[in-house]
């Protein structure tokens, strides 16, 4: 199911679901949201330091927000796909003298 397609992208906590505004369909995203341990939030726009994640049904178009993150198939769901933000990079931290 979609939820073991985004364990195997490596979607951890923090994280946050959201869908498309079209079909709008949180009976499905929601459930998804919390096996995976994340936040669900029907349309966000702001920022945060969760890893985003947007699923999208018959290849609709990914809201604004995911307009350049990476597209993925959910082939467990057929015809679900997911726009995951991509984590960030870690800098390292000077030490201190």
């Not at 949180?26 to 995976?36: D, E, N, V």
């Amino acid at each position: 199911d979609a939820v073991i397609d985004l364990e195997k992208l490596r979607v951890r906590p923090p994280c946050i679901v959201e869908t498309t505004r079209r079909p709008y369909y949180s009976s499905i995203s929601l459930p998804i949201a919390y096996y995976l341990d994340c936040a669900f939030i029907g349309h966000f726009h702001g920022e945060s330091p969760a890893r985003h994640i947007v699923l999208v049904v018959d290849k609709g178009p990914p809201p604004p927000i995911a307009r350049l993150w990476p597209e993925y198939d959910l082939p467990a769901t057929k015809g679900m796909s997911a726009y995951i933000q991509p984590q960030p990079r870690h800098h390292r931290r000077r030490r201190q003298p």
